[in-house]
């Protein structure tokens, strides 16, 4: 079982930054793909971000691709999420989550299994 928790979250104007991350407890971390993703009081939770097990690959939802950059550390467990340059638009709940399966890389929210309880980004014009 692994228990995914997320922090960093918080208020800011637009323009402004915060710095997601999400600590896992398990000790595969290492082996497996992990994903940013957002939702909004009655809508769908979106992908935002994906980052390869080794930290090679990274993909991004096309609304954040230039403002939001993903990496990891796999000695800490920990996976981050920067936010610049935030948007009204941006003001979500932001879940990170870890793949089903090892060594690669998904965007599909089906294709992960453990997720944390998310952190609340609100951002204000």
């Known amino acids: 079982q692994e228990q995914l928790v997320e922090s960093g979250g918080g208020s800011v104007q637009a323009g402004g930054s915060l710095r997601l991350s999400c600590t896992a407890s398990?000790?595969?971390?290492?082996?497996?793909?992990m994903g940013w993703f957002r939702q909004t009081p009655g809508k769908e939770r979106t992908f935002v971000s994906v980052?390869?097990?080794?930290?090679?690959?990274?993909y991004y939802a096309d609304s954040v691709k230039g403002r939001f950059t993903i990496s990891r550390d796999n000695a800490k467990n920990t996976v981050y999420l920067q936010l610049n340059n935030l948007k009204p638009e941006d003001t979500a709940r932001y879940h990170c989550?870890?793949?089903?399966?090892?060594?690669?890389?998904?965007?599909?929210?089906?294709?992960?299994?453990?997720w944390g309880q998310g952190t609340q980004v609100t951002v204000s014009s």
């Open positions: 989550a870890r793949d089903r399966r090892p060594y690669r890389v998904a965007t599909n929210d089906d294709d992960y299994e453990y």
């Open positions: 398990g000790r595969t971390f290492s082996m497996y793909g």
């Open positions: 980052i390869s097990f080794s930290g090679g690959t990274t």
